[in-house]
């Protein structure tokens, strides 16, 4: 096993960087250890969602949901025993308006991009609640830390 460029990182769909991650955590190994630390550093998408991956709807969730703001976002709103969603849902809705909502599972789609945020920054899910008035989203996980690997 070698450990794979930034280039050939960043080619790959999410779920192609999932696989390599999930490979490359299960060796305990200098480049096992290496490569997920740079597929963790890069800050890219590890999965899809609903809709197509070239539906600029969704890419644009992915790409807010993923950027540092509103991954800090997710987790605030964790630490307020919120859902994460509660903390990007407002960001969504500032930067894309009215392209963001219920229709078209944009949502769902959402929550979904969250929870895979949430799954690489080491919380597993703890149940569901519901979201501020202000949040287009009604209900979402609630997260707590997963245990630790042994």
């Known amino acids: 096993m070698r450990v794979p460029t930034e280039a050939q ?3 790959m769909t999410p779920e192609g960087r999932t696989t390599v991650r999930s490979r490359a955590a299960k060796f305990d190994s200098e480049i096992g250890r290496t490569t997920v630390a740079l597929i963790d550093s890069l800050d890219l998408p590890l999965s899809s969602g609903g809709m197509s991956l070239d539906d600029p709807i969704y890419r644009e969730l992915q790409e807010i949901v993923w950027s540092a703001r509103a991954r800090q976002a997710a987790l605030d709103a964790v630490r307020n025993g919120q ?3 509660a903390g990007v849902d407002p960001i969504l809705q ?13 949502t769902m789609n959402a929550g979904s991009l969250v929870a895979e945020v949430m799954r690489h920054a080491g919380y597993e899910k703890n149940g569901e609640g519901p979201l501020p008035e202000t ?13 630790a690997l042994r």
């Open 9 to 11: 990182i960043r080619a």
């Open 83 to 85: 859902p994460a969603l």
């Open 94 to 106: 500032e930067v894309m308006g009215g392209r963001y909502g219920r229709r078209g599972q944009g």
């Open 135 to 147: 949040c287009i989203a009604r209900t979402a996980a609630m997260w707590k830390p997963a245990k």
